[in-house]
Nanobody
Framework: QVQLVESGGGLVQPGGSLRLSCAASGIRFDMHVLGWYRQAPGKQRELVASITRGGSTNYADSVKGRFTISRDNAKNTVTLQMNSLQPEDTAVYYC????????WGQGTQVTVSS
């Protein structure tokens, strides 16, 4: 069964950190470009960070220097380390894997609030 399952979301105070993980199954994980997207209420889904098969990374300007994406092909996981979180980072975060097709996880809620 092809699926992506996110975990690690939750409520955190401004300035805090969270680590999101996405576990993949049923796909050739090492062949996929992996990404984290987010969607805040009333806004379009946007790319947060991506990582290629070779490990090259790309970040949205709003998260550069605060977020880090990484992949572990042996464990079929992609991780998003989020530091210095701000209220504007509040959103549902989705994991994505792209190769021949685009596969989405179900999303995990991240809320940054005092």
């Amino acid at each position: 069964q092809v699926q992506l399952v996110e975990s690690g979301g939750g409520l955190v105070q401004p300035g805090g950190s969270l680590r999101l993980s996405c576990a993949a199954s049923g796909i050739r994980f090492d062949m996929h470009v992996l990404g984290w997207y987010r969607q805040a209420p009333g806004k379009q889904r946007e790319l947060v960070a991506s990582i290629t098969r070779g490990g090259s990374t790309n970040y949205a300007d709003s998260v550069k220097g605060r977020f880090t994406i990484s992949r572990d092909n042996a464990k079929n996981t992609v991780t998003l380390q989020m530091n210095s979180l701000q209220p504007e980072d509040t959103a549902v975060y989705y994991c994505n894997a792209k190769w021949a097709t685009s596969i989405w996880g179900q999303g995990t809620q991240v809320t940054v609030s005092s």
